[in-house]
């Protein structure tokens, strides 16, 4: 599952949007959070997250944190826009539970993965 990571783009229409969402939830659950490819992810993360933002939420949550475990090297955060943009939509959220919960993985990031994600306070200032 980790090494197809090219399935995961909500413009090929391979599902319905929300059983996509769910499918590639559960693939993040199942390999904890490993993905080889993530660039087809990246470009959809942002409808996901207005679309379905408790997986979107999930599968942030999985990526990055598996990311910081493994010691992957990754550039600022706000360099890929979208990513930053996901966090961003969740915050904003009218939820405020999912405000909360998106503001404990913030935390979390900065505080596990460091300089990569220094650029996630400014949303939750």
């Known amino acids: ?7 995961m783009s909500l413009e090929k229409n391979i599902f319905n949007p929300n059983e996509h969402v769910a499918y590639i939830r559960k693939s ?15 470009k959809n993360i942002e409808k996901i997250t207005t679309e379905n ?4 939420l999930k ?3 999985l990526y990055f944190l598996n990311t910081i475990k493994e010691g992957k090297k990754m550039g600022p955060i706000y360099m890929d826009k979208e990513w930053y943009n996901a966090f961003r939509n969740l915050y904003n ?3 405020a539970k999912l405000k909360n919960k998106t503001y404990i993985l913030i935390n979390k990031l900065i505080e596990k993965g460091g300089r990569p994600f220094w ?4 949303i939750v200032r």
């Open 1 to 7: 599952i980790e090494k197809m990571g090219s399935w």
């Open 53 to 56: 933002s408790d997986d979107a």
């Open 59 to 61: 599968i942030l949550e």
């Open 93 to 95: 959220s009218l939820d």
């Open 28 to 42: 993040f659950e199942l390999t904890k959070g490993k993905i080889e490819w993530s660039y087809e992810l990246m």
């Open 119 to 122: 650029s996630l306070e400014e």
